[in-house]
């Protein structure tokens, strides 16, 4: 008898083993698709077309608060920095120095300034607010177009850059603002608006578009927590170089 029932376990552990290997098999596919359905979910829509700059997490000035008693920070003024998009250099703003070497020239493209780096300008000679006031550059202009980036594939008319009042991008405190952002005063959270893209007369007579994505750090696209890292600016742009007003940078 018993060697009856030892016969018998030895003929069924091939199927035992296979069952069990089935099972695991069958584990592994079921967690491979639940990991695959997870992560089509939780992608975000790609930054990245191949022709643009993208720009991740540049650290504005993280040090300055405006209120007092903030941990690792000081109350006072953010220091605004400069941005060369031929190169992606920040330039730092900290000292007369530093504002005498820079802002007069028409070495820079844009600045970020005003509370958390938030406000945006153009390098430009006859807006007040911009740090290139009285500069070099004197035939810059921005232009928003309520369209998304992709969509926006030729630069306005040069009569349209003309006519533009747009001296700032920052917050946008109603439907017709240029802002790129809306503040909330209860949440003292920033969220960044859909769908405008500002194109720009550069110093060098170029023309490019921008798109201000995201002032929190890692671009998350729900902030609800008002000490989530920042100013972090995740950005993109594209300057055509050939001097044309073709802009566009997908199939």
């Not at 029932?5 to 491979?32: H, Q, S, T, Y």
């Not at 005063?185 to 608006?193: E, G, N, S």
């Not at 859909?194 to 170029?206: C, E, H, Q, S």
């Not at 729900?222 to 742009?237: E, G, I, L, Q």
Request: net charge negative; proline share 5%; charged share 25%.
């Amino acid at each position: 008898m018993m060697k009856t029932r030892d016969m018998i376990i030895n003929e069924l552990k091939p199927l035992i083993a296979w069952g069990r290997m089935g099972k695991c098999l069958f584990g592994i596919v079921v967690l491979l698709t639940m990991c695959a359905c997870g992560k089509d979910n939780d992608v975000a829509p790609p930054l990245e077309d191949g022709r643009s700059i993208v720009i991740y997490d540049l650290p504005g000035d993280t040090e300055a608060s405006m209120g007092e008693g903030v941990d690792g920070k000081e109350q006072r003024d953010a220091y605004t920095f400069l941005f060369r998009f031929r190169d992606q250099r920040q330039i730092w703003i900290k000292t007369k120095e530093d504002s005498l070497k820079w802002l007069k020239t028409l070495d820079w493209d844009i600045a970020f300034t005003r509370e958390y780096n938030s406000e945006v300008h153009i390098n430009n000679a006859q807006h007040t607010r911009s740090p290139g006031f009285d500069g070099l550059a004197t035939n810059t202009a921005v232009v928003m177009i309520n369209q998304s980036y992709d969509a926006v594939t030729i630069a306005p008319s040069d009569e349209e850059f003309d006519k533009s009042n747009i001296d700032r991008i920052g917050w946008a405190f109603s439907e017709s603002s240029s802002g790129w952002f809306r503040y909330s005063l209860d949440t003292h959270l920033m969220q960044p608006l859909p769908n405008r893209t500002y194109v720009i007369r550069l110093p060098n007579g170029k023309y490019a578009k921008l798109q201000l994505i995201n002032a929190y750090k890692g671009n998350p696209p729900v902030v609800t927590n008002m000490n989530w890292p920042a100013p972090y600016f995740t950005f993109k742009y594209y300057v055509q170089e050939d001097g044309s007003k073709n802009l566009k940078t997908s199939e």
